[in-house]
């Protein structure tokens, strides 16, 4: 059993993997005797001649009883199990310590009574071993949920209430955290770490908080990853992904969808954190980012926006860390077509809004698109062939399948031919 579940650190996790064992045993049991005895029955009882009579059989009352009461105790022994072990992870000690748990689209943070606090990227639960925690959940848009496979609770994060959840970890480590409510186009990347210390260890943790001491624009990059921004926004040049990239906003003229534009200043970038559905930029969708007013302090707002302001200036340095995170050294040249479309795939956010398992998200699915016919807003159709893809990739906004909005930024100039040779077989492949 150890070789097949996840490490198990809390001290409900044995009891969990011992109902589930006996449930599968159980399952396995009943499955092998009644498709045995079918089997054997089938074979046993078979027609030997045409004229062979089935004997007719009303009944029997002992076999209906106990193949009523067998299943139903069976039934109510799992049911029973379950309510005692669910009350397990709710039953709260006096000594608890409460950990307040925020998500939204899409990270998590952890916030800890001393005041410190982790989230986005950088998001580690940090708990002490051997001593209870009681985790509060809130979300600030939709429904996700915290699951942490190694201590075996998962719990919703619901808009608009608190859930709460307990559990004792008893192995210090690190153990991943997940978001397992499907919540929207970066689901699969919001998540986090357990980490269990040892009780010196935690209290000294949460009592260094260091972001206070930091200078404004290393604090705004470190609220960068934090908040989760760089889920939709680049710091590179040109690379939009949900939301436009912070490279290239500050000074320059933003054209919005009302029809206004302005040059990009502080104030506008302060207003588009706190408020980022009164001005869209065209070519972007309403509604998709969360409003920060009320969730950060002057002080944060302040690094953010000098962060952003400072990002063409700022020492190279400080930035590779944030952009080139997973980058290791990539030789594109040495790579086949099919390899370099999957890379370039994931590299250039194609990936943000284009699924491969035939999911609509931002954009058409990728899945099945070579070869399949496309309607467009304007009523003309053509069937998608190599060149259709590559124009709709370099100018992805002078045809519009129906259905979609024109959210997709031009690649022109940042792909070479052998690029988009790479991408179009990467699609092919995607039957
Ligand atoms: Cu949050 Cu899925």
């Not at 600030?140 to 075996?152: E, G, N």
């Not at 397992?180 to 009592?207: D, I, P």
């Not at 860390?321 to 994931?346: A, C, H, N, Q, W």
């Amino acid at each position: 059993m150890d070789y097949i579940v996840p490490d198990k650190v809390s001290t409900v996790a044995d009891f969990f993997d011992d109902l589930n064992l006996a449930i599968f045993l159980a399952s396995a049991f009943f499955t092998v005797a009644i498709v045995g005895a079918m089997l054997y029955f089938a074979f046993r009882y078979r027609a030997k001649s045409s004229n062979d009579i089935t004997p007719r059989i009303e009944g029997n009352h002992l076999l209906e009883i106990v193949w009523t009461v067998v299943p139903t105790v069976v039934v109510v022994v799992i049911a029973w199990v379950g309510i005692v072990l669910r009350e397990k992870m709710f039953e709260v000690s006096p000594n608890v310590i409460p950990i307040y748990v925020t998500a939204w689209k899409w990270a998590w943070e952890f916030r800890y009574p001393t005041g410190k606090r982790t989230s986005g990227q950088n998001a580690e639960l940090v708990v002490p071993v051997n001593k209870p925690v009681k985790l509060v959940i809130a979300s600030k848009d939709v429904i996700h949920s915290l699951f942490i496979p190694a201590v075996r609770i998962k719990q919703d994060a619901v808009p608009g209430q608190l859930k709460y959840m307990t559990f004792t970890a008893l192995k210090t480590g690190e153990y991943p955290i997940f978001c397992a409510e499907y919540c929207g186009t970066r689901h699969s990347y919001m998540m986090a770490k357990l980490r269990v210390v040892s009780e010196e260890e935690f209290n000294t943790w949460v009592n260094t908080i260091p972001e206070k001491t930091m200078p404004k624009r290393i604090l705004g990059k470190k609220l960068y990853t934090d908040l989760g921004c760089n889920a939709c926004h680049s710091v590179e040049s040109g690379v939009n992904l949900v939301g436009p990239s912070f490279y290239d906003v500050f000074g320059a003229q933003r054209n919005f969808k009302d029809g206004t534009s302005l040059t990009a200043d502080e104030n506008y970038i302060l207003e588009s954190i706190l408020y980022p559905n009164k001005r869209v930029v065209q070519g972007f969708n309403e509604n998709v980012m969360p409003s920060y007013e009320g969730r950060l302090s002057q002080e944060e707002l302040m690094a953010l926006v000098s962060f952003i302001v400072e990002l063409k200036t700022a020492p190279k340095e400080e930035l590779v860390e944030v952009v080139f995170e997973k980058d290791e050294k990539i030789d594109l040249e040495k790579m086949t077509p099919l390899e370099r479309g999957k890379y370039l795939y994931s590299a250039k956010g194609c990936n943000a809004c284009h699924s491969v398992d035939g999911s609509q998200l931002v954009g058409p699915s990728f899945k099945g698109l070579h070869g399949a016919r496309r309607e467009f807003a304007d009523g003309s159709s053509v069937v998608a062939d190599d060149s259709y893809i590559k124009d709709s990739i370099l100018n992805p906004n002078a045809r519009i399948v129906k259905g979609f909005v024109a959210a997709m930024p031009s690649y022109q100039g940042q792909l070479n031919e052998d690029d988009l040779a790479g991408i179009v077989e990467f699609i092919k492949s995607l039957k």
